[in-house]
């Protein structure tokens, strides 16, 4: 799974709940990256992160946040603000502007 | 970004033919391209990457070639086999974004194998 590990694979969320992905990397890289699929469509970028204590927002960050307290973690927060917030969630890490590796990613359902 | 729906362009092609599959892209400060492939279900996979000084470039059963001048770019697959069944999507990035690097992916084109 590219040596990301994401957490956990299904996520049921009531309306109005927060809820936290996980996103765990173990081979020292310092760039991590959210993304977000709804079906049938590419990959749409959400927050990035290129070193520790600081990230950065992509092109759908509405509705959600990240932390990057310490190298090998990228959580990401999917708040009650995010109307719509059904999807696959995927992270990826990178060795710089390089290729980058994703994980298996996580399916957030809303009940 | 824009939405296709659930209907994803599609590619049918009987084991053992080549495949091809195009990608238009639009930023021409693009200067990094990759090709993934995902299966149902699972993350995107690293299949191969080519930068703006090359037009081509070859790993095992793949190609990729880029046109700069129409911004096209292709992913050719020779003697494409039942597991290569999945969807295959190109992604364009600058290598001039800091430390990391912001992709743009296309929509994607499915990819059938038939015996």
């Known amino acids: 799974d590219g040596g990301i590990t994401q957490s956990p694979k299904y996520l049921f969320r009531k309306e109005g709940q927060n809820v936290t992905l996980s996103c765990e990397q173990n081979l020292n890289h310092d760039a991590m990256y959210w993304y977000r699929q709804d079906p049938g469509q590419g990959l749409r970028l959400i927050y990035y992160s290129q070193i520790v204590n600081d990230f950065q927002k992509g092109d759908i960050a509405e509705g959600y946040s990240v932390s990057r307290e310490k190298k090998e973690s990228f959580p990401l927060t999917v708040t009650s603000a995010q109307k719509n917030p059904t999807a696959f969630f995927l992270c990826a890490r990178s060795i710089g502007v390089n290729e980058q590796f994703f994980g298996p990613g996580t399916r957030l359902t809303v009940l | 970004g824009e939405s296709v729906g659930l209907h994803l362009p599609t590619l049918s092609v009987q084991e053992g033919d080549n495949s091809i599959i195009n990608c238009a892209y639009s930023n021409s400060a693009s200067d990094y391209f990759i090709w993934y492939k995902q299966e149902s279900g699972k993350g995107p996979q690293f299949i191969i990457d080519i930068r703006s000084n090359m037009d081509k470039r070859q790993g095992q059963r793949v190609t990729v070639l880029l046109n700069k001048t129409v911004k096209h770019l292709s992913l050719q697959i020779a003697a494409t086999q039942p597991g290569d069944s999945a969807v295959y999507f190109c992604?364009?990035?600058?290598?001039?974004?800091?430390?990391?690097?912001?992709?743009?992916f296309g929509t994607g084109t499915r990819l059938q194998v038939t015996l």
């Open positions: 992604a364009e990035t600058s290598m001039n974004t800091g430390t990391a690097s912001k992709l743009t």
